[in-house]
């Protein structure tokens, strides 16, 4: 099978990375509010290549019961990749790798949510990538947000995430596919906006202490420009000023 | 209180086709608007994303090289998926494909396949050993009724505008073909109070009591039926539908090549 | 593997099919009611080399409870081949074949039960292959209905079901193993025949309009013998007039 | 209702045995009546339909060319399967073999195996590369009890009556040869009240407070045993029960030469 | 893949055996009680090289509820193999002979507990074998009495359990790999030492009546020496005479 | 019952934290003793029995030859499998990994592919086709907090004094070596009531609001991190855990060469 090479280098002479950005600079970004008739709440985002719905039913009565929690509702994440979505098909079914994301992103959103006015409910969130290509995690997170925020579900701030990481000894935002795959580290993160809490975190590669510090400081600034995105698509579909 | 609402909802559907009209205005035989946007996927061969008024599936299509069925040496293998993503209605489970998503899947691959639209033995790269694999995997994301026609719609738009990875898997480019040699289309038609009404949603799909798919190819001849759901037919009903399929079926055919 | 190839001609010039029947000739057929001892109801069928074990339980209380109907009985239907049952072993346990016929197959006998005389019941039909010749599916519902009257389920009509198909451009009835490999379409029907209503209909292959209903008319008058067999079978056990 | 009359049904056989006799007029040590049928599944290489009393089980054996086991490489592979089928009982449920599925085929593969039945050696068609593969799936279908030596008899008997399909895969007839050297028969023993009877019923086996299986040969050696259920037995009761089947073991294979 | 050959004795002039031990000679055996901290009970047990741990959790209220039995505990009993506990790798998750053995592990335990003290509930019994090396299952169960013992469970009695086999035309007690692999029979047996009745017996193999006599007959020797060592591993965890 | 005694519990240690300390008299930064035993599956290729405090795992390391993955043809493949053996906890069921056993597994597998502990190279057997498989199969046998960092180290301790099985597969002892190259260290912090706490036992993680794992190599790098369970982290909290995490790192990596 043909392969991707390692490209000599990621950053050319002008501080331009491969696709032509700036260090800091995200991939275009779209989002679209309210895309789906049937689910209480959705969202469709692309970020560059990136093509992800997410969609949230609920708050509803979670079955069986024994499942419930008595004060608070339980949040359910449901990360899914498309077999299509990628260069070798994927097979169907959540393999390793998508029950971490599952989880960790299900523990990045409970905190921004009002739990205990539900008691004994259950919220679904599902999120479909179409087209990956590098930044699934961050950015299926940004795209649940929105669908949470157009169910109505209440909560104290929204989550946006996004990832930087290290190439040819640079931190970089929004890492691409190329980037990911032979770069240096990874670092997505997700926070909420008001606070800059940080709810979830994850690495990989080899970083030095200080490296590791920019690499949060990057992605947080992506997270700023991702949440003027989020409002700006909420606006559109809600208005409001 | 959300049963009381649901049985309110459900009287008015029934009422209204009682009435000799639908809740959305259409006639009992219109088809709602159908709108195709192909080859939105970089990854995939083919693609497609099918509305069929506010039903909307996504389809994908891959190729892969791999071994034909030891009683078909020369033959691609087709392999169709249907997927009732949890997303697409508060009835959806996760989990592995239950009887309505395998009905979905083999009645669309069924009428791909029995109507030969697609030229499998031109997938052949070498007879006995080698053959492309099509995985057409069908993603229904908003269930809004008649799941089956706008799969079918979805998973020819997605082979139509596919193309075969022959780079990636380094093989030569003349080898082997993918001949579309028609195009299937599925009819899908609802007994609800003892009228019969084409293309129901799924507010429409709940009250009826039974439901009938015909297939038809370019020719116009009929290359599939599944009738659904308990319940019955008459043959003159049958017939009826049949006859009704082939009309729609073209004109939805010459749809579905002027989108693609 | 050696395999089969197909015939010359399926239709001889005497009009004799390649097993020696008539065009509108059905497979030799044989019905045995109440051949089990822990079922409620049972039925052994042979058609040609069909050899089929039809068994209901019911009605009972279901389990667990969320499954219940509040105002009937639920119907679950289990088509399954034994893995000896065809040239190349079966593996065990159902494919998406089975899946699809035991569902449609369930949908063909619920209109013929009074199921709203079993709230919060469950009736369960298992049809068990024991060797398969072509046609299993309707010959499995044939069976399935004596054995649910033969278990005294209370049903408006049996149901009984056969398939005509097209070789040699002709319109045949009850479809052997080479016509159905070969031929060129397979219409396989279930019906009440009392009043002729149509309880399962699928088709695949390639006919005309004129050749459907002709299809159709035909598996018709299979379906009216088998009728004659399962009363016949049933008087056996049962007597009457 | 249901539960009071089960009550009084297993009361009933219980004050049979402690009159020492049972609800079917048997002797403690009595079989029930055995039927044999066998070749009756065309499709299979060897089948069996077997009735002990009114336990009914189907067994059919698929030969397949396969590889063999790495550290076997001049043996044939037996591979049993019992399957409790739904319609056998009200008790079994649908879904993969649980755990009394699993003992059934395990016993029963056991006496084959380790009876020397089949001669595995002569089922090799390439050494370490190539031998018959032998499936013996058993389908219970009727469960009135006992299922492990109606099962027993029925795996052997459609061995016995099997055929290699070297036509169907195009091999040498003279490659190999399918040798069934002894019939392994299985006697079940159940205690119920301090009485030890055989060949229990399912109504037996409900009361019953443990059971033992003892499998013989021809040359009437043990060759294997499985104690199964809670509940303990003395070793001369044991001893007492591989006396018994050493003898009605023998009765029981002449039965199956003649019916086979 | 080098492979084991058989040996071409099993027993030499002076009647030891491949491994130096006497015919009648178990293997070196060590237990100890109590090794778990979040368990109910525990034990750790050392055979030859067989290493294994079992656990005991309960009684404790059994879920869902329609398991539950109304008047008595129900026994689960879950043997499991760490797959590097074996030459090949074992893959992960219980095969037949797994299940099986389960099952009669079980059914061996059931009768020396007072189940009907403990309505609705279940005992949970989990054994681990971290090292394989012949005789696991009955290795297993006498570490699994020990666990119950340590978790305060009632019962009217240990269980012990060891196997007999037969070698070169000799009964020899506790069989290991290599005798296990080429011998000519192995007959595990479970005995509760106060009665000596027997709870758990399989055999495969082939022998003659009275050599079948002779491996029970030894086999419970061998049981009566490992009831000694639980005796002596709860007499180190509770002091007492 | 059981519930307001486990309340008193959750309470007392909640208490004893904000009062400075902790239930088992250790400072907020302090790990647990470290024991560590390797070697003792002598059927494994490499083993370690590991407890930190009376946290317990097993960990067996086999290797097998197999084939590398298509797009790293001279790589050997390393399979990290956790298991959260029912006896470790009451709350552990049994049956297929859930969330919690995914993420141990492929946080420790993390650790140790992206310090390239394991020259994955020099185990390659032949070019594309044949390259030694490592399973590294981690049993939780004793849940009392902490999984995370004893897995890790339980791993790692496995690798290092694991051999390759060549006699066994008739290979060339020459042709590959294990090189062990750095020894990931993974340091977890708790959050409980606004402080911060290490290596937390299983009742400071039962109250502990959020947590994060910081895994560092030899040079003191950070090579992986896992922020898990709801709840937020301040930047600095990060970092200060990040710092943290080097110290600690060293130590217990100092601890871990001493052991093996």
Known sequence: MAKKEKPDQFIDDQSKRIDGREINELREVNIEVGVLERADGSAYIELGDNKIIAAVYGPRELHPRHLQEPDRAIIRYKYSMASFSVGDRKRPGPGRRSKEISKVSKEALESAIFL???PKSVIDIFVEILESAAGTRTTCLTAASVALADAGIPMNDLVVSCAAGKVDDEIVLDINELEDNFGDADVPIAMKPNTEDITLLQMDGDLSRDELEKSIETAKQGCKILHEEQKKALKERYGGE | MEEVLAEIERNHVLDSIQEGKRVDERNFTDFREVEIETDFVGKAEGSARVKLGKTEVVVGVKFEP??????????????TNAE?????????????????????????????????????????????????????????????????????????????????????????????????????????????????????????????????????????????????????????????????????????????????
Chains 1, 3, 5 share one sequence.
């Open chain 2, 84 to 260: 009732l993503n949890s997303m697409a209605s508060p009835e959806f489970e996760p989990g592995p494909p239950g009887p309505e998503a395998t009905e979905i899947s083999r009645v669309v691959d069924r009428g791909i396949r029995e109507a030969d639209a697609i030229d499998l033995e031109s997938l052949c790269i070498e007879e006995g050993e080698k053959v492309w694999m099509a995985f057409v995997d069908i993603h229904i994301i908003d269930h809004v009724g008649n799941l089956i026609d706008v799969s079918s719609i979805g998973a020819i738009a997605a082979l139509m505008t596919a193309e075969l990875p022959y780079e990636k898997y380094e093989l030569d480019p003349n080898s082997t073909e993918l001949n579309i040699q028609t195009i299937p289309v599925s009819i899908t038609a609802q007994k609800i109070g003892g009228e019969i009404i084409y293309d129901p949603n799924h507010l429409e799909e709940e009250i009826g009591t039974t439901r009938v798919t015909v297939i038809t190819n370019s020719n116009q001849n009929v290359v599939g039926m599944q009738k659904g759901i308990s319940g019955d037919w008459k043959q003159d009903e049958i017939l009826e539908v049949v006859d009704q399929s082939i009309k729609k079926g073209q004109q939805l055919r010459e749809k579905i090549k002027e989108n693609v």
């Open chain 1, 116 to 118: 205990e006015k539900y």
């Open chain 2, 66 to 79: 791999g071994e034909p069925f030891e009683d078909k040496p020369n033959d691609g293998v087709l392999i």
